[in-house]
């Protein structure tokens, strides 16, 4: 069974700060790891990452895949309120459908 | 611009109903899902379908039907709604292919009392 766990489950800093949130994973036939971003409703995709793509950029925001570990990091640096949001962490492995196993989120709050 | 609709924001039904949940994409995409997400617990996958009228369970199938008769649409069915089935729940789809993400509607929280 495909596993996800993330850390911490919940944060609080204040603005200007940098985060780091973990993600790690177990998964059959490992496809990708993806970042989302949720406010007060739908998740917003950030970033997919691969076997060949292990490192993404936008901005403040930044994220890399540890194959080895069987883990990502998600950095935010210079925190903004605006950053307050639940962080989703999902992998896809296994068939090409795109299932994907979500970990439990860390929820991020950003005080000014 | 990448589209996916539901039916209702917020849904509150009595125990023993049958609920019926519609999800709409635009996108022309293969795959849709279901999850339902709760605190702590993150999304958990209902169902998905790759195709029309080609359905798979995912990890928490109990208590759930899903119908998918044109490639636009998915629906969720609850068909004897219990309080434990009060959560949010969101519709996602994917165009087919190895890689790529899902695209997720706005959610419906449905309460059942």
């Known amino acids: 069974e495909d596993k996800v766990v993330q850390s911490p489950l919940s944060l609080v800093v204040h603005e200007g700060d940098t985060v780091t949130l973990n993600c790690s994973y177990e998964?059959?036939?490992?496809?990708?790891l993806l970042w989302y971003k949720q406010e007060k409703k739908a998740p917003t995709f950030l970033f997919m990452l691969?076997?060949?793509?292990i490192e993404k950029k936008s901005g403040r925001l930044s994220s890399i895949l540890d194959k080895k570990e069987l883990s990502s990091i998600l950095n935010i640096t210079a925190t903004q309120t605006g950053d307050s949001a639940i962080y989703l962490c999902a992998v896809s492995g296994g068939t090409s459908y795109g299932k994907l196993t979500f970990g439990q989120g860390t929820i991020l709050t950003v005080h000014p | 611009d990448v589209k996916v609709t539901q039916s209702s924001r917020y849904l509150v039904k009595r125990t023993g109903e049958k609920v019926f949940l519609e999800c709409v994409q635009d996108m022309d995409h293969e795959n849709m899902f279901w999850y339902r997400q709760d605190p702590g617990l993150g999304l958990r996958l209902i169902y998905f379908?790759?195709?029309?009228?080609?359905?798979e369970k995912g990890d928490i199938p109990e208590g759930y039907s899903v119908s998918r008769e044109k490639k636009e649409r998915f629906s969720l069915i609850l068909e004897s709604a219990s309080t434990n089935q009060t959560s949010m729940y969101l519709c996602?789809?994917?165009?087919?292919?190895?890689?790529?993400?899902?695209?997720f509607g706005p959610g419906t929280r449905l309460t059942v009392t």
């Open positions: 998964v059959t036939n490992f496809r990708s």
């Open positions: 691969t076997s060949s793509g």
């Open positions: 996602a789809s994917r165009a087919g292919g190895a890689r790529g993400e899902q695209y």
């Open positions: 379908s790759y195709d029309v009228k080609m359905k």
